[in-house]
């Protein structure tokens, strides 16, 4: 009898332990905001007093390196975000083209943020969606034009590319094209304005004695497509 008391009161004390700990459980179980939904908020950008304070290249990589800690707990829209607000992609312009630029800044400069972006299952998906929505035109002009050419290189990666199926191929060819057309008409850009995505389709099919592709607008017309530094 004393030992069924002694059960009896260890079970109800663990029935009031499991009844006092429901609530807090079932508050750390909800879905609950991201820190992050613009993407790693880098500390120091371009243009600030602290920025103009670093004395070189290096000293600006370093301090624009973002925790691995903090990119694994992102989601990949949020890793892809870290990638464009990066503070030092304007130097994808300085090499020979932009797929040459998007390899040495995000393979060399801040390869874990890449490498974090290129081991997510959803990334090719992720990457074709934000691209889409890609304003060309509007504030901030540069920055959207930034994150086009790096988002036309990052779908041709073979870590990307191998991911999509032929639907979604088509897809990013209309949109590629439909924002090429919107370029050539907007005076910000020039004539011929850059259009990586197709650059990097000729190279890869062998290159081309001229820097010209032919794409198809979605209602058939065949437009020439510039392709910067393909001759």
Known sequence: ???????????LAVVVMLSAMAPAMAVATEE?????????????????PEWDALQDNQEKIDACVV?????????????????L????????YAFNNVQAGVEVVYR??????????LTRPDRAEVILRRYQKNPVSGENQFDTAEDQDTMEA?????????????AQLLEIEQAVT?????RKEDRYFSDDPLCEYFRIEMESAGGSPLPY???????????????????
Do not use: H
Request: glycine letters at 4%; aromatic letters at 10%; a negative charge.
């Open 1 to 11: 009898m004393k030992i069924w008391k002694r059960f009896a009161s260890a079970l």
């Open 32 to 48: 609950t905001p991201s820190p992050f939904p613009a993407g790693y908020q880098y500390p120091i950008l371009p243009g600030t």
């Open 67 to 83: 925790p691995q800690e903090i990119l694994d707990a992102m989601t990949t829209e949020e890793v892809l975000e870290t990638l």
């Open 85 to 92: 607000n990066y503070p030092l992609q304007t130097n994808i």
């Open 108 to 117: 060399g400069y801040s390869g874990e943020i890449l490498e974090t972006l």
């Open 154 to 166: 990052l779908m041709q990666m073979e870590e990307v590319k191998e991911l999509y199926s032929e």
């Open 178 to 182: 439909e924002k090429y057309l919107l």
């Open 213 to 231: 592709t032919t794409v198809s607008t979605p209602n058939g017309t065949a437009v020439a497509v510039y392709c910067k530094n393909m001759a």
